[in-house]
């Protein structure tokens, strides 16, 4: 996966998110144990959780989790305190639940959907046909030629049953297929991907319609990077209306995915990412940005994930914020996930030699700038500016 252009996201909306009624007083939003205590010279939603006042506008704050969220109490506060739509970053992925043919472990799937009920959240599936993290007993048979296209999109059907039922009205939203379009100008749907390769073009629509047949209440979606917001052509966009444009034809899609991992390397064009969410809206569908980061360059001496230049620490939270307005001035769409809170739990050290600093919360759980610039994007969305006509 190339993820070093940049994704992603948008907004001048913030005007739009920031007009509104409501005085000061109204702000009396609940306080959360993970919030810091305010001063006395405060604004009143400074303890507000990011859940709270996602839900005054009818909105969802997720992040994604992994078990040792669920058990660790200081992850586990953080997680239930300020998010209430949970992605499992790898629970549900094919290679965990059948790890070997035949023999499932459904245990990470199943807690994470059982602390979601617990704590009044709903879940994102995450991710039923892409060509990453499928298990070793598939990949090594499909090499050694022991299954036609046929047969291939049979165990995708019985996996996508199989995985679905389980859950079956448990699932808010699905991520059904995952990364197909090429990073090329013009993008379009990857030849070289390997289920286009095994199983043939016709995997996806297929994908759509078993999901659709397998859980008729979930919301289906399809989910990549870089397809809002890219700065340059914006082709993996117009590749992204394409493939959404064919399956409302041919089979079922209820929303898009983008998923916002950014690079503060990287130019990126914020009203465009605003207009390309309303453009999917345009077209009926439902958007969330379901993988939010925004990574830089790091000291690698210190354990605290210092970037090496300080205006990135200026960089880093601005655009969290204007990724937020872009999702928040759009009613098409309905939720915005990081990937992971916390800078010591990110994927992204392991995967970006020398960039760190993700997240939202540092690598000791306190809540950085990022997170901040989240709650008073939400803050105003929810309530507006104090009101001085009067
Ligand atoms: O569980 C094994 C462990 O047993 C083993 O000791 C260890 C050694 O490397 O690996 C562990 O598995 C790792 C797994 O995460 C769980 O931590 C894999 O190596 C590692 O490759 C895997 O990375 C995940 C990555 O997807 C795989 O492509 C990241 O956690 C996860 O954040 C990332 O998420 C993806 C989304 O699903 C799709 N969009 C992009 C996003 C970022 O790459």
Same mark, same amino acid.
């Given at each position: 996966?190339?993820?070093? !252009? ?19 007083? &109204? /702000? ?47 992850l586990s506060a953080i997680a239930s305190g300020q998010f209430n739509v949970y992605t499992p970053e790898n629970e549900m992925k094919w290679e965990v639940v059948e790890p070997t043919q035949g023999n499932f472990d459904w245990t990470g799937a199943d807690n994470l959907v ?9 879940? !994102? ?10 298990? #070793? ?26 995985? /679905? ?26 030849? @070289? ?24 209440? &979930? ?18 966009? @117009? ?5 959404? +444009? ?27 990412? !605003? ?19 925004? !990574? ?16 990135? +620490?200026?960089?880093?939270?601005? +655009?969290?914020? +204007? ?18 809170? #916390? ?29 901040? &610039? ?17």
């Amino acid at each position: 996966m190339d993820m070093r !252009r940049r994704s992603v996201l948008a907004a001048g909306a913030a005007g739009a998110a920031a007009v509104l009624t409501g005085g000061a007083k &109204a /702000m009396a939003a609940t306080q959360t144990a993970t919030a810091p205590a305010a001063s006395s010279g405060d604004v009143p939603w400074a303890n507000a959780s990011l859940r709270d006042l996602a839900s005054k506008i009818g909105f969802r704050i997720g992040t994604a989790l992994d078990p040792a969220d669920l058990t660790t109490p200081a992850l586990s506060a953080i997680a239930s305190g300020q998010f209430n739509v949970y992605t499992p970053e790898n629970e549900m992925k094919w290679e965990v639940v059948e790890p070997t043919q035949g023999n499932f472990d459904w245990t990470g799937a199943d807690n994470l959907v059982n602390y979601a009920r617990a704590h009044k959240a709903k879940v !994102r599936g995450h991710t039923l046909c892409w060509h990453n993290q499928l298990p #070793g007993w598939l990949t090594t048979a499909v090499a050694n030629g022991a299954y036609t296209k046929t047969q291939l999109l049979d165990l995708l059907q019985q996996h996508i049953f199989t995985e /679905m039922g389980r859950y079956r009205g448990k699932i808010w939203q699905w991520d059904v297929c995952n990364e197909f379009l090429t990073d090329s100008n013009p993008s379009g749907v990857n030849q @070289n991907d390997w289920w286009i390769v095994n199983a043939g073009a016709e995997v996806i629509p297929l994908a759509f319609k078993w999901a659709r047949q397998a859980d008729p209440d &979930a919301l289906l979606f399809y989910n990549d990077y870089n397809i809002g917001g890219e700065d340059g052509s914006n082709a993996k966009f @117009n590749a992204a209306v394409a493939l959404a +444009e064919s399956l409302q034809q041919n089979s079922h899609i209820d929303g898009i995915g983008i998923q916002g991992h950014l690079d503060t390397q990287y130019g990126w064009d914020a009203q465009r990412l !605003r207009r390309d969410i309303e453009a999917f809206g345009n077209m009926g569908l439902k958007v969330a940005i379901t993988e939010a980061d925004v !990574r830089t360059f790091i000291e690698t001496t210190d354990a605290a994930q210092t970037p090496t230049n300080g205006l990135e +620490e200026l960089a880093q939270p601005f +655009e969290y914020s +204007e990724l937020l307005k872009a999702a928040l001035a759009v009613p098409a769409c309905i939720s915005f996930t990081v990937w992971g809170f #916390g800078d010591s739990e990110s994927w992204v050290p392991g995967f970006f030699k020398g960039e760190g600093y993700a997240d939202i919360y540092d690598v000791n759980l306190n809540p950085k700038a990022a997170y901040y &610039a989240m709650q008073s994007d939400l803050a105003f969305a929810a309530y507006g500016a104090p009101d001085r006509n009067s």
